[in-house]
């Protein structure tokens, strides 16, 4: 399973962005995936938990994030979208996207460049 994520870039403090992520290869291995989500990694810092949401559309976020982040699933399968807003500096990160399946299997994207001027 591949994992791509777009949709990073530089903004300004207030401002919004909007990262998707799509999952691509085995078709047997892609319908095992139940959970997806997003991880970021400041520099210097560990990776950390941003969003996740599951095939039936359950989320999870961190209280760093919540109100300001929404996570979605998008019509195509295994599709995933971060709508980020009132960003602040400290959100600037690598954004990974991520997925795992049935059999509890970890799959990355590649990360994508946020960076939130002040």
């Known amino acids: 399973v591949q994992l791509q994520a777009s949709g990073g870039g530089l903004v300004q403090a207030g401002g919004s962005l909007r990262l998707s992520c799509a999952a691509s290869?085995?078709?047997?291995?892609?319908?095992?995936?139940?959970?997806m989500g997003w991880y970021r990694q400041a520099p210097g810092k560990q990776r950390e938990l941003v969003a996740t949401?599951?095939?039936?559309?359950?989320?999870n976020y961190p209280d760093s994030v919540k109100g300001r982040f929404t996570i979605s699933n998008g019509n195509a399968k295994n599709t995933v979208y971060l709508q980020m807003d009132s960003l602040k500096p400290e959100d600037t990160a690598v954004y990974y996207c991520?997925?795992?399946?049935?059999?509890?299997?970890?799959?990355w994207g590649q990360g994508t460049l946020v960076t939130v001027s002040s």
């Open positions: 290869g085995n078709i047997f291995s892609i319908a095992r995936i139940n959970v």
């Open positions: 949401i599951t095939s039936g559309g359950s989320t």
């Open positions: 991520n997925a795992v399946d049935t059999q509890r299997r970890y799959y």
